[in-house]
């Protein structure tokens, strides 16, 4: 063979051997993300998972791919939005923003993985056999902000010793409500308070729910730990300023945003775990033999300029309790 015919048949070899390999190299992941909630308020969760992957080798963009579905506030949307997810065939569907997502997620498939992270009981919604074996194809990370409730509720009476009626607001198309209320109730009573529950489940009734308590002169207001309510965490927060209404809240965020108290486990490590679970299904691990883990991380902010415009006192021992106090 003459050299220059030698020269120009490798040469074509070494053109061709770069689009082998990539052809050969397997496709990237995609996961689907669903969530009943906003993009926007639910930001700092999504960036908790995309860390719970970057601890199993996942990069987004990189080595995997994510297609978001956003349901902003509106439950009727989620089992299209989960359907379609199935039909773009990802390899798992993680779930945040409640329950009510997870649910929907099941109804669409009973094959596709599905990670969840949320403080509903899962057992109870129907969605796992049990906490260590889950079975069927999902599993995920309960982080218990609905069980603590009770815990709330005792907390807001310490900071408000003479608060006599309280007032619950809970959104009615959450499946958490059928086991939030008979809670809050059974608490109100062990603590010796009346409980006046109101039911909002879009901005309009939200703002009639707050007049209905200044109606029925309840002392201090806790939120229902649920997505939605989440999603609508800066219409709460002015309502409660402008009436001025002491309100417990679920979640570390809110009290940062302006609300006054708030009790719950750290949500951005459940989502953290949640991201962890989903790496290792894609590296071939079966929900059914996931445990369903449950974030013990607990948090008690208070935001003590918002106590301050309330013209609260924050007993000594509260502050003690406080995780962090924003000034």
């Known amino acids: 063979m003459r050299r220059r015919e030698f020269i120009t ?17 397997p496709a990237m992941p995609v996961i689907g993300y669903l969530s009943s909630t906003s993009s926007g308020p ?33 439950f009727d949307r989620l089992s299209e939005l989960a359907a379609d997810l199935v039909r773009h065939q990802v390899a798992v569907i993680a779930v945040g923003g409640g329950g009510v997502t997870a649910l929907a997620a099941k109804k669409a498939t009973l094959t596709t993985p599905i990670v969840f992270a949320f403080g509903s009981d899962p057992v109870k919604l129907g969605l796992v056999a049990s906490l260590n074996r889950p079975g069927g194809n999902i599993t995920g990370v309960s982080n218990l902000a609905v069980p603590l409730a009770a815990k709330r509720l005792g907390l807001l009476c310490e900071l408000m010793p003479k608060s006599a009626v309280v007032g619950f607001l809970l959104n009615p198309g959450s499946p958490n409500a059928a086991f939030d209320l008979p809670d809050m109730e059974a608490a109100a009573h062990a603590l010796g308070r009346q409980l006046i529950p109101m039911n909002a489940s ?52 809110i009290a940062v945003a302006g609300g006054l108290i708030s009790y719950g486990t750290d949500f951005k490590d459940a989502n953290r775990l949640a991201g962890v679970y989903v790496g290792r299904i894609l590296k071939g691990a079966k929900p059914a ?36 106090v924003i000034e």
Not at 19 to 24: E, G, I, S, V
Not at 66 to 74: F, K, M, P, V
Not at 230 to 236: A, K
């Open 289 to 324: 033999d996931l445990p369903v883990a449950q974030s013990t991380k607990f948090e008690l902010v208070i935001n003590r300029n918002t106590a301050k415009a309330l013209g609260i006192e924050i007993p000594p021992k509260v502050l003690a309790l406080a995780d962090e």
């Open 9 to 25: 048949l490798f040469g074509g070899a070494a053109a061709v051997w770069p689009l082998a390999a990539r052809a050969q190299q």
């Open 42 to 74: 639910y930001a700092p969760f999504v960036a908790a998972f995309q860390q719970g992957l970057k601890e199993t080798g996942y990069i987004e963009g990189q080595n995997v791919a994510i297609e978001y579905r956003w349901a902003d506030g509106q």
């Open 202 to 253: 879009d901005e309009r009734e939200i703002d009639t729910a707050f007049a209905a308590f200044i109606q029925r002169h309840v002392d201090a207001v806790i939120i229902q730990a649920e997505p939605f309510l989440f999603s609508r965490r800066d219409q709460l927060i002015a309502l409660a300023a402008r009436h001025a209404l002491p309100a417990m809240y679920f979640q570390r965020e």
